[in-house]
């Protein structure tokens, strides 16, 4: 499993029971040990919690990774990542959100994602982030298949 979460940081507790195939009892006490010895972290994303591997936890990569499986936070990363440099009026009417945007900014501004120089915003690695996203194109189609299944399993306990 830990392998797993190497390989897939982000990974929500649901896209991790489907590709190990434990039962929720068994994922809960792994996912329990791995944290309790220290060797996973989790971050909270709105329902889910997203799992990465404690000692690569803090680099690019990872805090990427998160964003770009962060719904808000993706949006206004490629938004941003299509012109290059935005200024936050261009940003305030492409994103009604105010809350949203402002939340979604500072994630990425303290992640050190974005450069936020007065009133102009842009990618600090855009080369960086085009090449991740190309990496991980697949794992953004599992997402999504994933979510597919939760939704159509929800409405199936309605």
Excluded: C
Excluded at 115 to 144: A, G, H, M, Q
């Amino acid at each position: 499993m830990l392998e797993l979460i190497r390989l897939e940081p982000g990974l929500h507790f649901r896209g991790i029971q489907r590709k190990t195939g434990y039962s929720i009892g068994q994922l809960e006490y792994h996912l329990y040990k791995l944290e309790h010895d220290d060797q996973i972290i989790f971050r909270k994303d709105g329902r889910y919690k997203r799992y990465f591997v404690r000692a690569s936890a803090e680099s690019d990569a990872k805090k990427l990774s998160y964003h770009i499986r962060n719904r808000n936070n993706r949006k206004l990363l490629l938004f941003i990542l299509r012109r290059k440099a935005v200024s936050m009026d261009g940003l305030h009417t492409a994103f009604p959100d105010k809350d949203a945007l402002h939340s979604s900014l500072s994630q990425l501004h303290g992640d050190n994602v974005i450069l936020w120089d007065e009133d102009i915003i842009s990618i600090r690695d855009p080369e960086f982030v085009k090449n991740y996203l190309k990496r991980s194109k697949t794992l953004f189609v599992d997402e999504l298949a994933d979510s597919l299944i939760d939704l159509l399993e929800e409405k199936n306990d309605d």
